[in-house]
Every structure is written in C-alpha cells, then in structure tokens.
C-alpha cells in the first residue's frame, strides 16, 4: 500500500557529492519521520540520518558535517544530500520511513513501518 523508492546512488570520486531521493507513493496521509540508513556486506545496517516532521533531525557522528537530510516535500519525496564523500561511505544505502496511510480494506489510517530497496552509493579514493 506504500512503497518507497530510492535514487540517485551511483560511482563517485572521494570528495564528491550526491544526493539520494527516496520517493514514497501510495495511499499516504502524513510521513511521521525518515531517515537513511546504509549497510556494507557482512555487517549491520546502520543509522545515517533522520528526521522528523516538525524537522528534528540526528546524525551519526560519522557524517555530520558532511550529510544534510531534509523533509519530505509536497510529493512525499525526501532527500539525503552527501558532500565530502569518503571511501568508507561506500556502501547500500536504505530509505526508511515512518507512514500514517489508508488502509484500502478499512479504509481506516494506521502507522506503519516502511524500507526502500536500496541504493548503492561507492566512493573511490
């Protein structure tokens, strides 16, 4: 009933820039939250990013001053916006996003947790 879509990942130099757009679609009243979220093979996902709608956002300490996260526009799109990049951030970069939709059964709105499928964003050195 909703899904998020993300883009923008690709192959970049150490020291420059991206920015990953996670699109939500489907039967959505209000985005509560997002955040970006990365993963390298072999190991956890980790938290990148998030913010919420009243635009409180968290940084882990690996990115601040680098990454800028935003809220979700009129189109239910948010962005993750990646300077300075640095070989380490290599990795599969996930949107996740806190979602009040419709049901479309019931028709009533309920608050669920949604995932992209990924991006996959690499830095070379």
């Known amino acids: 009933q909703v899904q998020l879509v993300e883009s923008g990942g690709g192959l970049v130099q150490a020291g420059g820039s991206l920015r990953l757009s996670c699109a939500a679609s489907g039967s959505i009243l209000s985005i509560n939250h997002m955040g970006w979220y990365r993963q390298t093979p072999g190991n956890r996902r980790e938290l990148v990013a998030t913010?919420?709608?009243?635009?409180?956002?968290n940084y882990d300490d690996s990115v601040k001053g680098r990454f800028t996260i935003s809220t979700p526009d009129a189109k239910n799109t948010g962005y993750l916006q990646m300077n300075g990049l640095k070989p380490e951030d290599t990795a599969v970069y996930y949107c996740?996003?806190?979602?009040?939709?419709?049901?479309?059964?019931?028709?009533?709105?309920?608050?669920?947790?949604?995932w992209g499928q990924g991006t996959q964003v690499t830095v070379s050195s």
């Open positions: 913010i919420t709608r009243a635009g409180f956002t």
């Open positions: 996740n996003a806190e979602v009040v939709h419709r049901n479309v059964s019931t028709l009533w709105a309920q608050t669920a947790n949604f």
